[in-house]
């Protein structure tokens, strides 16, 4: 499936970071709306995957096609910039500036596509509001409702480093999906090396910040009882947070400062062999 290696695949990361950082505010803003309503789109397939067979696994097999849609269409996705930009950064081809202005205007693009599909997914499955407990609608308000409150009961500091551990796991899997579709040259392969880490930290129930977006929100409209207080505070900020270190950390980071060196010193055989 045309694969490729590692340290040319660090290359592409530092080129994805840096075009990725020159984007403009428009840009950003329209390729993160939608994105985020293609995750939107993900949970809900999902969800109802899991509700006609009773089996988390299966809901996973399914949920990486949100993932797939928004990488094979060049759509910003800011969990996997967490991951990219830096490594730019790194090599001078970006700036914090930049890198601080994408992640805030896809952040806001996310939220307006999450809640504009979830709103939108609400109208439609509860056909205008004539039917009061539709099965995924139920399960989005639980969910919301147990990713919150769940980590209130906890106390705050228990509470958020759950929420940041869950999503540092989280995000380390979703960044190295972004990665891994570098890995490959054509669609097929491209599309079956991404969907390998995106099905794990769903199946493992790990908190992805774009997709709480879509979540809670979601969930107020079917009922749960959170609001915005419960939502940011317990959820949004601690799992953005997690997302940033995981993502950063673990794939940008560790891959750039393994693979990148190793390129260099192959470039430095080369020219002593020449010599």
Not at 130 to 148: C, F, L, W
Request: hydrophobic content about 55%; proline content about 3%; glycine content about 10%.
């Amino acid at each position: 499936m045309g694969y490729v290696k590692p340290e040319t695949v660090v290359e592409q990361m530092i080129q994805a970071g840096a075009y990725k950082a020159g984007l403009s505010a428009k840009d950003l803003l329209i390729r993160g709306f939608l994105a985020g309503a293609l995750l939107g789109y993900a949970v809900t397939v999902a969800f109802s995957a899991i509700a006609q067979s009773e089996m988390r696994i299966v809901g996973s097999l399914v949920f990486p096609l949100g993932f797939v849609m928004i990488v094979l269409l060049g759509l910003e996705l800011v969990t996997g910039n967490f991951a990219l930009i830096p490594v730019a950064l790194l090599e001078r081809r970006a700036t914090f500036g930049r890198m601080i202005y994408n992640w805030v205007w896809v952040y806001i693009g996310h939220l307006l596509g999450t809640a504009f599909y979830g709103y939108m997914f609400y109208l439609a499955s509860t056909k205008m509001g004539t039917v009061p407990d539709p099965t995924v609608g139920k399960m989005i308000a639980k969910v919301a409702e147990a990713n919150t409150l769940g980590y209130a009961k906890l106390g705050f500091v228990d509470g958020w480093t759950l929420a940041i551990v869950k999503a540092i796991l989280c995000n380390w899997m979703v960044t190295l999906g972004a990665v891994m579709a570098m890995t490959a040259q054509h669609v097929i392969g491209k599309i079956a090396a991404m969907w390998l880490p995106i099905l794990t930290f769903f199946a493992l129930g790990f908190e992805h910040a774009v997709v709480n977006m879509f979540l809670m929100p979601t969930g107020m409209f079917f009922g749960a009882d959170i609001g915005l207080y419960e939502w940011w505070v317990w959820n949004q900020i601690p799992v953005t947070i997690g997302n940033i270190i995981g993502g950063l950390t673990f794939t940008g980071l560790a891959l750039y400062f393994t693979h990148r060196k190793r390129e260099e010193m192959n470039r430095t055989e080369v020219v002593e062999e020449a010599a």
